[in-house]
């Protein structure tokens, strides 16, 4: 008798366990929800007692197609939120794993490949990410691929025609990430592979490039007005004429413990543009192009890492042990925003070691000159330790300003103007977004914010150790197109915040994370966007996101830039 008591108080101390992650709402209550973000439910669907919602906004719609802009709201496991994915949105499905990734692959190929070679090299960079995919899988966590083949299973009860295969799913979410890891570190693309000559030959540095345009900011404290958190974060990025009309909001609730939260995605991805969970935990990621990169194991990295990470971390301090935690392969940033401790950090993250050898990747006759850091430099003033091929820089870190002394003579060496007024708090290095003021990526970036409640991410690494590993010559032939305007926006953004360091509500903070659109101070940033048919306005490549952390609210802007901007407030639905 007794020995069964025992087993039925442990049975209903586990149910009140995961109690709290099975409570849903009524679907009343989400009808209600919806209303209050200007959504209207249009179709509901259930699978294996669980709900699947696919709602439409009353008035925000594609500037081209006059579709009206989507969220979907998911229930259940995995297995079960994917297939009802795959039920209410198998068309864009569809589209993401068919026409996105065989387009999106374009945006690596350099703009003075031999017309006649690009197709040839096109077929190489798809079969890199083909036998990479296979690599990846061992380290996606299972609740991404059973997410996956619940996925495939909806689009096939959908539409018994579908063109979405599992094979396909996985190159659309991994991918990406497979083709940097090569592209990062590629004078390391001989290894364990055989090209032909032609391969090896367009299989240049030259001939690749890296669509780099992404930035993220955290304030909070005394540099807002109104004492929330405000997370700000964009995702430019190739969209090949898919992302645009398919980019939508999707709120899991799973059942099995992890945190419920909002994604800034497009149905097929399993992974977030940008993540706000229900504890008030932002997350982005930003590209950081280095050759600490591992092709023989690219890992989990990226969109899949930032949701991930979000389901799992109730705290930033949580959301990075996950990270370092994780087995990695590509080089990127994240930011973890925590709108319930107001705290941010910077997450500078390279492929999972337990030994990273910095100098290893500089190019042999900077370090014989003696333009840069020894080991016993690097173990005297480096104030990071690395955790796993991890280096943070939380919103209070400190920058070892002895590295900066190095700046002088490497901007000398490759004939660039140096003034050490360019590295202050407000400095610039680049005036303009179109100057070509620094070393390319052989110098040591600045930090700007010397205060506890700003910090700014845009797409390179500043600890000085991480910033040694972005110096790999390959990887710098491959961005080289990028790497000026990269510190531009950095100085820019942090100017900016600067500038309204007091004032800034929901609103400023939006228009800080919106600097770069086209009604803003830089409308010729984006010229080379695609125009809208009519031409009256262009493409947003990718989308950008505020939250208000404290409050737990997302807005979003993607499509078309003419398009309205959407609302989740994510407690309507989760609580």
Not at 98 to 126: H, N, R, S, Y
Not at 313 to 329: C, E, H
Not at 486 to 500: F, P, S, V
Not at 560 to 570: G, M, S
Request: glycine share 6%; charged share 20%.
């Amino acid at each position: 008798m007794k020995k069964w008591t025992f087993l039925f108080v442990g049975l209903f101390f586990v149910s009140m366990l995961f109690s709290q992650s099975l409570i849903v709402k009524s679907l009343d209550e989400l009808e209600n929800a919806f209303a209050r973000d200007n959504y209207e439910i249009i179709k509901t669907v259930s699978f294996q007692g669980k709900r699947g919602i696919l709602a439409q906004h009353k008035t925000a719609c594609n500037y081209e197609t006059k579709d009206k802009k989507k969220v979907l709201y998911l229930e259940g496991n995995a297995y079960q939120m994917g297939y009802m994915t795959g039920l209410l949105a198998e068309k864009d499905v569809q589209k993401m794993t068919t026409l996105f990734l065989d387009k999106v692959i374009f945006a690596f190929i350099g703009w003075d490949v031999d017309p006649d070679k690009i197709k040839i090299l096109w077929q190489i960079l798809k079969a890199i990410i083909v036998e990479l995919t296979k690599k990846s899988l061992p380290d996606i966590p299972q609740e991404y691929l059973q997410e996956m083949k619940g996925i495939v299973d909806g689009c096939k009860a959908a539409n018994q025609n579908t063109k979405v295969t599992y094979d396909d799913l996985c190159m659309l979410n991994v991918g990406i990430d497979c083709l940097l890891s090569y592209i990062y570190a590629i004078n390391n693309l001989w290894e364990g592979r055989k090209f032909s000559a032609e391969e090896s030959d367009l299989l240049k540095p030259e001939n690749l490039r890296i669509p780099v345009m992404c930035n993220a900011f955290s304030v909070f404290g005394r540099a807002v007005s109104d004492g929330k958190h405000y997370f700000g974060r964009d995702f430019m990025f190739p969209t090949a004429d898919v992302f645009e009309y398919t980019a939508c909001k999707i709120i899991y609730c799973p059942d099995d413990g992890r945190i419920p939260l909002v994604s800034m995605t497009a149905p097929g991805f399993v992974g977030s543009i940008a993540s706000m969970n229900k504890e008030g935990i932002g997350i982005g990621v930003d590209m950081s192009p280095s050759g600490n990169c591992n092709h023989k194991r690219p890992g989990l990295n990226s969109l899949i890492l930032v949701r991930h990470s979000a389901h799992r971390g109730a705290s930033a301090q949580d959301a990075l042990d996950k990270m370092i935690q994780t087995q990695r392969g590509v080089s990127w940033d994240y930011i973890i925003a925590d709108g319930k401790n107001n705290r941010s950090v910077v997450v500078e993250a390279g492929h999972t070691t337990d030994n990273l050898n910095f100098l290893q990747y500089p190019p042999d006759n900077l370090q014989k000159a003696n333009l840069l850091p020894d080991q016993g430099f690097l173990n005297y003033y480096e104030n990071q330790t690395h955790q796993k091929g991890i280096m943070v820089r939380w919103n209070d870190y400190q920058y070892p300003e002895n590295f900066l002394s190095f700046n002088k003579k490497l901007f000398q060496f490759f004939n660039k103007p140096y003034n050490p007024a360019d590295f202050s708090e407000r400095g610039y290095i680049n005036k303009k977004h179109t100057d070509q003021n620094c070393p390319a990526a052989y110098y040591f970036a600045p930090q700007r914010e010397n205060k506890d409640d700003v910090l700014v991410m845009i797409n390179h690494y500043v600890v000085p150790s991480m910033r040694l590993c972005a110096m790999n010559p390959a990887t710098v032939v491959v961005s080289k197109g990028n790497l000026n305007d990269i510190q531009w926006r950095y100085d820019e953004l942090n100017n900016q915040i600067l500038e309204n360091y007091g004032k800034i509500d929901f609103e400023k903070a939006r228009q800080l994370i919106d600097f770069l659109a086209p009604y803003n101070q830089f409308p010729d940033y984006y010229q080379h966007n695609k125009p809208s048919s009519d031409g009256k306005t262009k493409v947003l490549r990718g989308s950008v996101s505020v939250c208000n952390l404290t409050d737990k609210i997302m807005q979003s802007h993607f499509g078309f830039y003419e398009d309205e901007w959407v609302t989740i407030q994510l407690m309507n639905y989760v609580e």
